[in-house]
Each structure stands twice: as structure tokens, then as C-alpha cells.
T-cell receptor, first 113, second 116 residues
Framework: QKEVEQNSGPLSVPEGAIASLNCTYS??????FFWYRQYSGKSPELIMFIYSNGDKEDGRFTAQLNKASQYVSLLIRDSQPSDSATYLC?????????????FGTGTLLAVQP | DGGITQSPKYLFRKEGQNVTLSCEQNLNHDAMYWYRQDPGQGLRLIYY???????QKGDIAEGYSVSREKKESFPLTVTSAQKNPTAFYLC???????????????FGPGTRLTVL
């Protein structure tokens, strides 16, 4: 079982819709969770992070964490064609004893105009 | 401007050659990292350094070497022992002075290495 799993996609949504990206992780002791956006040929850029169960909102982005079910999701409201990219989920495992991250393989999001 | 720079952007290597990828940051971050990304795969950790003059192997360190003589710099050498070096190489840094679990990594623009 992979440590951090994401559906590779592509996830196709129409412009203006809500895009929902999901990530599951295997280490129950994981402490913190990060979402990065990566445009084709570019490096990852941080969107947001979440540490506590529940929702965290930042503009059009909402991260949702459920530690009991071991999943974290990213919602993008009012999706725009410029949101088309690969979204990487990253997890800090091992009870937070180190600052190493484990990355998923990413979900490709395509927002259709 | 504060940030992380990597050079060169593109690098071509002949088989059997060693090459060194540069990574510099002026964010005053303590920790620096090197990742490799292959098509369809996630980022895999090669080496990381929490402090000057100290570094640890990541998950795929074989065929690579690093040094951390200055806080701002963390060069990566891809040696001829690395059997499949063609990949996108990403350098990252983080503050690392507080709780490790909340440490956030920021990435440089990357170097695309191709072996001819």
C-alpha cells in the first residue's frame, strides 16, 4: 500500500464548478498535510496546509482533514481554466518527529472553459 | 527578492560524466532538500540537510552526493553511478527551527537533467 495515494485523474470540471481533490494516507500518526499545485514543466507551489481535523479556508480553496478516516481533501470553488494543473498532496508522517514529507503522485485537474 | 534559485534550468550529460546542480536560497532557512521527479511519479527525496555541515540520505540517495558548507547553498552532484539520472530535480528549503510537524517546504524552479 502506498503511503500517500491520490487518483491520478484527469479530473475534468466545467468552469465555475467545484473541483474536489482527494488524498488518503497510511500512517495514522501523520501530523500535518500540505497541498501543492504544479503546472506542467514547473515546480510545485504551496497552496495551503492543514494540521487539525475539520475545514480550513483560504480564498477559493478549502482543505478538509479527517484523521480518523485518514484522508485529506482540497476543494476549489469557482474553478477557473488557470486552475488546470497537477495537485500534489504531501504528508508529514512519523508522528511529526521529522520534517520530511511524503508526496502522492498527484491528481491532474482540467477545468473546461 | 527572497527565494530559491536553481541552475542551470536545463542540463545535458553524457553517460559516465558527473554533473553538479546548484541550489541557493536567501530565505534564511535552516533546512534544504533535494527531490527527484519522474513522469507520473511523486517527488522522491534524495538528500536533506537540517543544518550546515550535516546532511542525511533520503529514500533514493544511491548515485548522488551533496555538501552543505554554507547555509545558503546545497549543491547536488549526480555521479556516473546513478544508472537512470534523466529526471526533473527540485530543491526545496524550510525554516526548520520550530516544530518539525509544521515545517513548510518551498521549492525552487527545478533543473531538468537529460542524459544523452
Amino acid at each position: 500500500q502506498k503511503e500517500v495515494e491520490q487518483n491520478s485523474g484527469p479530473l475534468s470540471v466545467p468552469e465555475g464548478a467545484i473541483a474536489s481533490l482527494n488524498c488518503t494516507y497510511s500512517d495514522r500518526g501523520s501530523q500535518s498535510f500540505f497541498w501543492y499545485r504544479q503546472y506542467s514543466g514547473k515546480s510545485p507551489e504551496l497552496i495551503m496546509f492543514i494540521y487539525s481535523n475539520g475545514d480550513k479556508e483560504d480564498g477559493r480553496f478549502t482543505a478538509q482533514l479527517n484523521k480518523a478516516s485518514q484522508y485529506v481533501s482540497l476543494l476549489i470553488r469557482d474553478s477557473q481554466p488557470s486552475d488546470s494543473a497537477t495537485y500534489l498532496c504531501a504528508v508529514n508522517p512519523s508522528g511529526g518527529a521529522t520534517n520530511k514529507l511524503i508526496f502522492g503522485t498527484g491528481t491532474l485537474l482540467a477545468v473546461q472553459p | 527578492d527572497g527565494g530559491i534559485t536553481q541552475s542551470p534550468k536545463y542540463l545535458f550529460r553524457k553517460e559516465g560524466q558527473n554533473v553538479t546542480l546548484s541550489c541557493e536560497q536567501n530565505l534564511n532557512h535552516d533546512a534544504m532538500y533535494w527531490y527527484r521527479q519522474d513522469p507520473g511519479q511523486g517527488l522522491r527525496l534524495i538528500y536533506y540537510s537540517q543544518i550546515v555541515n550535516d546532511f542525511q540520505k533520503g529514500d533514493i540517495a544511491e548515485g548522488y552526493s551533496v555538501s552543505r558548507e554554507k547555509k545558503e547553498s546545497f549543491p547536488l552532484t549526480v555521479t556516473s553511478a546513478q544508472k537512470n539520472p534523466t529526471a526533473f530535480y527540485l530543491c526545496a528549503s524550510s525554516i526548520a527551527r520550530y516544530r518539525p510537524s509544521t515545517d513548510t517546504q518551498y521549492f525552487g524552479p527545478g533543473t531538468r537533467l537529460t542524459v544523452l
